[in-house]
């Protein structure tokens, strides 16, 4: 889709967001903290969107972690409905907990076997993307573009693992985010901190043949790929530190031409698919850099919402400003109670 297009589409959206009545969506949790590795940047990337429903008049409450959810849906406390039976006290969920619990369909299934919409995929999108091996496994099997990985089993000998691959290589976690546990390994003086890690790991690690190029990124909202952003890190790789701390890391958004921007955010669209994701998320690519050829690197189902964060980056190159993105996400589960 072109930029043109895209504000067009955008422009719709905010008309239909503007006919919006908040009360429509009742009383929102947004969920968000948890007991991942994620957890600083959830209640951070919450804490905004908290801020946002709520300017835009929608009755929303802060809920840390999956555990305090659950109880306050098991006590109750919501208004009687019209057969005397009490309500939930909340009835839908805005769901930004990174990592976890609220990416890996855990989250997902409890919403689903209570009736109570959340934002995001659904149990099978989550529990896939969550996992970044079986991830690749279906994009390879789609004939999608992903680059050559080993699967690394706990306690296994990592020299031994990579062989197949080579270096350089990173190394990561199967099922964290946000740059957590992941090693970029250049030489053989850089696996022995990767190795001690790997060790002490009690899951599986992903070992990712390294592509040297740019990193972008295509934020996903409904049917709609955003444009493009290209990143470029102060330092050699996109870490945590460049994600959520450092001011240095420049972002270029739109990252691609018009027609580049088209082709990306049709890869981006059938990643998502493939892996079946639906609502709002994040596909991540690298570029490499002597073909010039994009591969898939992850999808996130909950991403960042901080003021380092990519999504509402790339929304507000179409004109769509942070507390209208946290709304159309929001209204996203609108269509659950139409179903």
Not at 262 to 273: E, T
Request: negative net charge; hydrophobic residues 45%; proline residues 6%.
């Amino acid at each position: 889709m072109s930029l043109e297009a895209g504000r067009a589409t955008i422009a719709a959206l905010k008309d239909r967001l503007a006919a919006l009545d908040p009360a429509a969506f009742g009383r929102v949790a947004v969920l968000m903290g948890g007991e991942s590795a994620e957890r600083a940047v959830s209640l951070d990337s919450g804490a905004n969107v908290l801020a946002a429903l709520r300017a835009r008049g929608v009755d929303a409450h802060a809920v840390d972690g999956l555990p305090t959810l659950l109880g306050a849906l098991r006590q109750g406390g919501g208004d009687a409905g019209r057969d005397g039976s009490a309500r939930p006290p909340f009835d839908r969920v805005f769901n930004i907990l990174h990592g976890g619990v609220g990416e890996n369909g855990v989250l997902q299934g409890a919403l689903a076997a209570l009736g109570i919409p959340g934002t995001g995929a659904g149990v099978l999108g989550s529990a896939l993307t969550m996992d970044k091996i079986r991830s690749k496994q279906v994009w390879i099997a789609e004939g999608l573009p992903t680059p050559a990985f080993v699967r690394i089993a706990p306690g296994a000998d990592l020299a031994t693992a990579l062989r197949p691959l080579g270096l350089p290589v990173f190394v990561k976690p199967s099922t964290e985010g946000s740059s957590v546990g992941v090693f970029r390994i250049v030489d053989e003086a850089g696996l022995a901190p990767a190795a001690a890690f790997a060790r002490g790991y009690p899951g599986e690690l992903l070992a990712e043949r390294m592509v040297a190029g740019e990193e972008y990124t295509v934020g996903i909202l409904g049917e709609l790929a955003l444009p493009s952003v290209r990143i470029v890190p102060p330092g050699d790789w996109y870490d945590y530190h460049a994600k959520y701390v450092s001011d240095d890391t420049r972002y270029f958004c739109p990252g691609l031409d018009d027609a580049g921007e088209a082709a990306l955010g049709a890869l981006a669209l059938a990643a998502f698919r493939a892996a079946g994701c639906s609502g709002w998320g994040r596909v991540d690519f690298m570029r490499d850099r002597a073909s010039g050829a994009f591969q898939l690197i992850e999808i996130n189902t909950a991403p960042g919402m901080t003021s380092h964060s990519l999504v509402p980056k790339a929304a507000a190159a179409l004109g769509l400003g942070f507390e209208e993105l946290c709304l159309a996400i929001l209204a996203q589960t609108l269509e659950a109670d139409r179903a």
